[in-house]
């Protein structure tokens, strides 16, 4: 089996809903899974940049099955940060799905999108899962940019006792961060 597929067969991913269609998607997401474990993140970027294209996988973002959003999330999260940092962001706002929602607020975090710090403070004070709330909290600590301070600050009282614990380490990451990027500062 060849290690490339064509971009005609990444843009049936989303085009069609076909079962052709989602294994497809899942060997493209198998093979990065793969990859990575094998040979490291950068390798299974390349492989995802290879094989999908973004256009595709916006449209596999309209996919009615909360499985094959998931799985564009995760290929998304692959490919080159600037141009997927807007799809994600557009995700954790309104995909209908709390895992999925999940997923975009930890691939921001993991990935280090700055942009990103109103949308994910937007999630952590609005989305009604709980769970999405603890990853935007955790993701805004992973930026450790003092953006996400008054965030954190308002949802202080979140009525989750996870939320309430993931907001307290989301902090003290931040203060972290920032002590050491002081400390490391260069003239």
Sequence with gaps: MSENFSATSATQISSSEGVMSMRLLDRIALRCEQIWNERGKTAACEYANQNTNLESLREGLASGDELTRTKVVYLL??????????????????????????E????????????????????????????????????????????????????????????????????????????????????
Excluded at 85 to 97: K, M, T
Excluded at 111 to 132: C, I, K, P, Q, Y
Aim: with cysteine; proline share 5%.
């Design 77 to 102: 999260s692959l490919l080159e940060p600037k141009e997927v940092a807007i799809e994600l962001q557009h995700v954790l706002r309104f995909d209908e799905c709390p895992i999925v929602r999940h």
């Design 104 to 187: 975009a607020a930890y691939f921001i975090g993991t990935m280090h999108f700055a942009g990103a710090t109103e949308a994910l403070g937007r999630s952590l004070l609005e989305d009604s899962n709980e769970l999405v709330r603890h990853e935007s909290a955790e993701a805004l600590g992973e930026l450790g940019l003092q953006a996400g301070l008054p965030w954190l600050k308002k949802a202080a009282n979140d009525p989750s006792p996870l939320v309430r614990r993931t907001i307290e380490i989301a902090e003290r990451h931040i203060a972290l961060k920032t002590e050491f990027r002081e400390r490391h500062k260069t003239d």
